[in-house]
């Protein structure tokens, strides 16, 4: 069974840093891309970055870029979310997915989500 | 705001259809596909269509997606009270170099 956990959500001021992890069980790891999709409270959903199943493409939502880094470890089947200069609108729910392996010749970023964990709470208030 | 367009609700009897349109551009939808997940409140979303018109193992016939030029479509026929939930279309925006999510539609059994 496909299971994701996500872990490292807390409170945290303005500025400050957090890493979140995605703990990955069921499935070969190391064959699947991986995203981070955060909501915002009340609010929709918004795609934050993605990663390939070697870890050699990593791909950004504007709104992080330069400030998030998306990275897994294969040994651990782990993924991880580092998040610096933390901001009040990063305030969210940030939800690990597994992306598909199909449909072939398409970009892993641009595949669906088929599994999700239950989301990990950041807020960032002071 | 996003770039991929869905009216913030829609809603219908048990057993009616309902379709859910999702509106975007060329550097998306015209050129990449669509996936469509179920958001029930409270959880974490689910991939209901993939590929424009593809179901996940699991998903029920009940549900459809279409696409056509720049804009892509969700149907529910028989409509159930189960599906009482927030649905959003997704694409990759190659002006973007991102995967973008629809604005998400609140769906409503009456």
């Known amino acids: 069974e496909v299971q994701l956990l996500e872990s490292g959500g807390n409170l945290i001021q303005p500025g400050g840093s957090l890493r979140l992890s995605c703990a990955a069980s069921g499935f070969t790891f190391s064959g699947y891309g991986m995203s981070w999709v955060r909501q915002a409270p009340g609010k929709g959903l918004e795609w934050v970055s993605a990663i390939s199943g070697s870890g050699g493409s990593t791909y950004y939502a504007d709104s992080v870029k330069g400030r998030f880094t998306i990275s897994r470890d294969n040994s651990k089947n782990t993924l991880y979310l580092q998040m610096n200069s933390l901001r009040a609108e990063d305030t969210a729910v940030y939800y690990c997915?597994?992306?598909?392996?199909?449909?072939?010749?398409?970009?892993?970023?641009?595949?669906?989500?088929?599994?999700w964990g239950q989301g990990t709470l950041v807020i960032v208030s002071s | 705001q996003s770039v991929l367009t869905q009216p913030p609700s829609a809603s219908g009897t048990p057993g009616q259809r309902v379709t859910i349109s999702c509106s975007g551009s060329t550097s998306n939808i015209g050129s990449k596909i669509v996936n469509w997940y179920q958001q029930l409140p409270g959880t974490a979303p689910k991939l209901l269509i993939y590929s424009n018109d593809q179901r996940p193992s699991g998903v029920p016939d009940r549900f459809s997606g279409s696409k056509s030029g720049t804009s892509a479509s969700l149907a529910i026929s028989g409509l159930q009270s189960e599906d009482e939930a927030d649905y959003y279309c997704?694409?990759?925006?190659?002006?973007?170099?991102?995967?973008?999510f629809g604005t998400g539609t609140k769906v409503t059994v009456l």
């Open positions: 997704a694409a990759w925006d190659d002006s973007l170099s991102a995967y973008v």
């Open positions: 997915g597994r992306k598909q392996d199909r449909p072939p010749g398409i970009a892993v970023a641009a595949r669906g989500d088929d599994y």
